[in-house]
């Protein structure tokens, strides 16, 4: 089943007009609560955003580097919203990486916050909701370009930071996957010498 959808997923950034279900929707969301976090922490919120107005908002704060307007055509995106508190990321970061355990003791506390697992942790729902949403032919795209400020505060954030969104919809047209690399290109067994092997 997971096989099957891992198959024919692909970044939709072309939405027909059709809306998607709150059934749907609330599917899609319990999927991505029931994910795993670090510690069971859970450190997230999902913002189910279908206003056609906000959405095109946010999908103006995604053009940052590259115009993403297609975004304010999708019916529904997800924005992935991550607590920042005051927890021991650096001393963690320090331990998995000694060789820079100076770099990382000199960096402001907040700041590495802002960019450790707290927010990374993030994908693990997502990617679950992605999934979740294929189950129903509703195709989707990671936008991680955007301006995280300007959207936690379109969307009123407190104590949350904007992590990533994802945009939803059923796709006008269906396109080829993408190829991927062979497993021989992508896996080793054992020891990193041990490259290009098949399993």
Same mark, same amino acid.
């Given at each position: 089943?997971?096989?099957?959808?891992f198959?024919?997923r692909y #970044?939709?950034?072309? /939405? @027909?007009? #059709?809306g998607? @279900?709150?059934?749907?929707?609330?599917?899609? %969301?319990?999927?991505?609560?029931?994910?795993?976090? +670090?510690g069971n922490?859970?450190?997230?919120?999902? +913002?189910i955003?279908?206003d056609?107005?906000?959405i095109?908002?946010?999908?103006?704060?995604?053009?940052l580097?590259? &115009?993403?307007?297609?975004?304010?055509?999708?019916?529904?995106?997800?924005?992935l919203?991550?607590?920042?508190f005051d927890?021991? =990321?650096?001393?963690?970061?320090?331990?998995? /990486?000694?060789?820079?355990?100076e770099?990382?003791?000199t %960096? &402001?506390?907040?700041?590495?916050s802002l960019?450790?697992?707290?927010?990374?942790?993030?994908?693990?729902? =997502?990617?679950h909701?992605?999934?979740?949403?294929?189950?129903? +032919?509703?195709?989707?795209?990671w936008?991680?370009?955007? &301006?995280?400020?300007?959207?936690?505060?379109?969307?009123g954030l407190? +104590?949350?930071?904007?992590?990533?969104?994802?945009?939803? =919809?059923?796709?006008?047209?269906?396109?080829e996957?993408?190829?991927?690399?062979n497993?021989?290109?992508?896996?080793?067994?054992? #020891? /990193?010498?041990?490259? =290009?092997i098949?399993?």
């Amino acid at each position: 089943m997971l096989i099957d959808l891992f198959n024919k997923r692909y #970044s939709c950034r072309d /939405f @027909s007009n #059709s809306g998607i @279900s709150s059934d749907i929707v609330e599917y899609i %969301i319990e999927c991505g609560r029931l994910s795993a976090s +670090g510690g069971n922490e859970q450190p997230w919120k999902f +913002g189910i955003i279908t206003d056609t107005g906000l959405i095109k908002k946010i999908s103006e704060a995604a053009s940052l580097n590259y &115009d993403q307007s297609w975004i304010a055509n999708a019916p529904l995106i997800i924005v992935l919203c991550t607590q920042i508190f005051d927890y021991t =990321g650096k001393e963690v970061g320090m331990k998995r /990486f000694p060789s820079y355990h100076e770099r990382i003791q000199t %960096i &402001d506390r907040d700041i590495f916050s802002l960019i450790d697992m707290e927010e990374h942790q993030t994908k693990i729902p =997502g990617e679950h909701m992605v999934l979740a949403a294929l189950e129903h +032919g509703i195709y989707s795209t990671w936008v991680s370009s955007i &301006d995280c400020e300007k959207v936690g505060q379109l969307l009123g954030l407190d +104590g949350y930071w904007v992590s990533n969104i994802i945009a939803f =919809g059923y796709p006008k047209t269906k396109r080829e996957v993408t190829p991927k690399k062979n497993t021989e290109d992508i896996a080793f067994s054992n #020891s /990193f010498m041990n490259r =290009g092997i098949t399993l």
